[in-house]
């Protein structure tokens, strides 16, 4: 799910070009791009969904909810600055971990700053930090 069209439009090409990559199609081929919708409204119509047996839970949620507002004073490096400007941290942290946890994946994975608070304070299963970006992983208990 991506509300902003600039972004979304970066994304759709990306997944046209990757579709014609014999080595990423088959990936590609199960991934679906939902230009100009909400996050946490998509994934609680998902949920719905998946309650009334219409779709299957997915294995995983990727959830990329932007940096937090920065407090260095250094700008952001430049191939970055332009989504920045497009794209704002996430308004509500909490509801957002609860819409992805909704749709009962295996596992969710939060992409965060490798210093950066964790989304809505939840306290992830696991992490895989690297030198500039970390993901925290959640691991829901299954039924």
Known sequence: YEQDCVIAALLKD???????????AAAVARMRLHAGEDSIAGLRHTAELIGRGELAAPDAVYLDPMFPERTKSAAV???FQLLHHLEQPCADEEALVQAALAVHPRKVVIKRPVKGPLLAGV?????LAG?????????????
């Open 14 to 24: 990306a997944l046209d070009r990757a579709a014609d990559d014999p080595a990423l």
């Open 77 to 79: 490096k430049k191939k």
């Open 123 to 127: 306290k992830p299963s696991y992490q």
């Open 131 to 143: 030198k500039a970006v970390r993901y925290d992983v959640l691991v829901p208990p299954r039924p």
